[in-house]
């Protein structure tokens, strides 16, 4: 991990993302586990220096598209933690009006396409919106998130070919973090790197770091500046690890049963991209120890106010039912 | 006003709203080509950016529509069969028509998706079902489905117009009808229902190709004294319940034809609203002619057996006549 070829102001832009996420996903899992929260929540700590190296690679008109783990995202894009926490909430506060929930916030003044719920979902309408950067002639990126899973769907396939096959400025970044649900990605395909499916369609695939928010950023950067250049989509494979379960509470789903491996979870724990991070930032005297106190309990504080914001929202009115359809 | 066959007016309609509106393309496979005739013809005009060959991929491609629709354009799908839309089911069920109610209305899907839907040339299941009944249950989407030249021209333009995403559904079968298509740019509003021919004595409501059923039924029922009015809905959602609601008031009798398999066919939807709105003004049951409940089959004497069929309209018809 070093940093060489990234600006210190970079630097500090991707562990403030990193940090935004951490504490807002341990509130949601606090708030889930109290019995706060309704229906399913996926976290996404583990995973954050994925969302923070690439995002922190985009420029504001680039867009993004999410999976049900997709809060992370929302906040490297840039996305208003209140109003994210109130769509938790189910509240009219938030995001979608309460319409959408945890697997569907989008922020469209911010490039944020929308998480969507079905895995795999999201890629070709990430192609749509690489297509139309490519008709109108704009310099802008579509990125897609997905997971391991998303890989064996075969929207993945129909649409890194359809983005290859007309060249667009697409990058596609799947999240591997070793587990669909509950199943280990390697039993449910038969090669180690995912990213060695780009080859099937003709555009780079690269294995990074996940834990490595830097190396993230780096081989982003360089996907960003290809599809800007007109030369197509990208491939990125991080390699990474989901700190908590496939979804908070997933214990009732699974009656007693295990489905972790040790090694991996030691693994996950070792390469807990935050600690990481933090590690590296303190060591090389990027910013001292208070500062980085305070960067923190800011975080902290303002996670805390979305959280007692979102509890006293209202909830939708029932009229809002027959608002949003058709126009 | 210039006799037109269908083909001749749905390529009219995408050339009129291409040339109207830059943000307007068209993408599905062989659209360049053009398998079915309608799009044939526009590559030469407008070029391989506004009429995208694309690979056999309809969830990707359909996808891309959405994509590209949220971000400002204005595309056109070419799914080719409807039995293809199976495909992209996803994109179109859980996505196109959800995201304007489920991102809180923060954005809206102006696409439209066209497919050649239902039988008539013998080209079996995979080729001839008529598939607009799943779409008239997903919330959100809009279906059209007209069955002249006039009405397809007017329709589509509305179509790629309007705001949302609709699905086209035209008919190989009805490639080759003609009728009188104005010279001067006109719309045809979608969710507006035509009577293609008014009587006082039964309602027979259809869409599609079974509108040329109904009126077949209808002449015949004629020479035996019976009037029927016959209701081409165009569109199957929204559609025009005010029109049949209407028409049954008068007549009091209801007969809906349409080419679905039996169960929760677009003609039960009908059925049903008739019955709950106006059971006190109905002198006989409603009645449904729908296809036989089998998949769809190769042999063009067993295809035609599947299909409703003026027979089996003027049978229903008659039902309904023995409750006077």
Redesign the interface.
């Known amino acids: 991990m070093h940093h060489q070829d990234i600006a210190v102001d970079v630097v500090l832009d991707i562990y403030q993302r990193i940090l935004r996420i951490r504490r807002f996903e341990e509130a949601v899992g606090l708030l889930f586990r109290q019995g706060q929260l309704p229906g399913f929540v996926h976290l996404y700590i583990g995973e954050e220096a994925v969302a923070a190296g690439v995002c922190a690679a985009l420029t504001d008109e680039d867009t993004i598209i999410s999976t049900h783990r997709g809060h992370g995202h929302v906040i490297a894009k840039g996305g208003d933690i209140k109003r994210m926490m109130a769509e938790l909430f189910g509240k009219a506060t938030g995001y979608c009006k309460g319409k959408g929930g945890s697997m569907h916030i989008a922020d469209f003044d911010i490039g944020m396409l929308g998480a969507i719920g079905i895995v795999g979902g999201g890629l070709p309408i990430a192609v749509g919106a690489g297509l139309s950067a490519w008709y109108s002639n704009s310099n802008r990126v579509s990125v897609c998130f997905f997971g391991d899973g998303a890989a064996n769907e075969g929207s993945f396939h129909e649409s890194l070919n359809l983005a290859s096959t007309l060249a667009l400025p697409v990058i596609f970044v799947c999240e591997n973090n070793q587990y669909g649900e509950f199943t280990p990605a390697q039993n449910a395909m038969n090669i180690t790197d995912i990213a060695d499916r780009a080859a099937g369609y003709g555009i780079p695939g690269l294995v990074a770091d996940g834990a490595d928010a830097f190396e993230i950023y780096r081989v982003t950067a360089a996907a960003v500046e290809r599809a800007r250049a007109g030369a197509g989509p990208t491939l990125i494979e991080a390699k990474t690890h989901r700190r908590g379960g496939h979804a908070e509470g997933e214990e009732a789903f699974l009656a007693g049963q295990t489905y972790r491996d040790e090694a991996e979870t030691a693994e996950a724990q070792a390469k807990d991209p935050l600690l990481l991070l933090h590690n590296y930032v303190s060591e090389n005297k990027i910013l001292p120890a208070n500062q980085l106190e305070t960067l923190d309990s800011n975080i902290t504080q303002a996670v805390a106010e979305a959280v007692e914001a979102a509890r006293n929202s209202p909830d939708p009115a029932l009229e809002s039912l027959f608002e949003d359809l058709w126009l | 006003m210039a006799r037109k066959t269908y083909v001749a007016a749905i390529q009219e309609a995408l050339a009129e709203e291409m040339r109207r509106d830059p943000r307007v ?1 068209l993408m599905g496979e062989d659209v360049r080509i053009g398998v079915f005739p309608s799009t044939r013809g526009l590559h030469a005009e407008f070029g391989g ?1 506004r009429v ?1 060959d ?2 056999i ?1 309809e ?15 204005r ?1 056109i799908v070419d799914l080719m069969f409807g039995t293809f839309l199976y495909l992209a089911f ?2 179109i069920a ?2 196109a028509g959800a ?10 899907v102006p696409l439209v998706l066209m497919a050649q839907n239902g039988a008539g040339s013998s080209a079996g299941h995979h080729h001839s079902q008529a598939v607009h009944q799943f779409f008239m249950n997903m919330p ?1 989407i ?1 279906v059209i489905m007209p069955s002249t030249p006039t009405d397809g021209k007017g329709l589509l333009k509305s179509a790629i117009r309007d ?2 995403p609709v699905l086209f559904l035209h008919s190989l079968s009805l490639g080759g009808k003609r009728s009188d298509v104005p010279e001067n740019e006109y719309l045809i509003p979608i969710g507006e229902a035509d009577i293609k021919r008014a009587g006082s004595d039964v309602t027979i409501c259809t869409v599609g190709p079974t509108v040329y059923t109904a009126l077949g039924a209808a002449k015949t029922l004629s020479r035996e004294g019976i009037e029927a009015e016959v209701i081409d809905l165009r569109s199957l959602s929204p559609w025009d319940k005010g029109a049949v609601l209407d028409s049954v008031a008068k007549t009091g009798r209801f007969v809906a034809v349409d080419e679905s398999f039996p169960s929760c066919s677009a003609a039960s939807e009908w059925a049903a609203t008739v019955a709950e709105a106006v059971f006190s003004q109905l002198k006989a049951p409603v009645q449904r002619v729908t296809n036989k409940d089998v998949p769809m089959p190769f042999s063009p004497a067993l295809e035609k057996a599947v299909l409703p069929g003026e027979a089996d309209v003027i049978a229903a018809v008659h039902k309904t006549m023995a409750y006077s």
């Open positions: 393309f950016k995208i694309t690979p991929s969830l990707a491609v359909a996808g891309a529509g959405i994509g590209a629709a949220v971000n400002g354009l595309p996803d994109q859980n996505q995201m304007r109610f489920m991102y809180g209305g923060q954005t809206n959100q809009k705001d949302n």
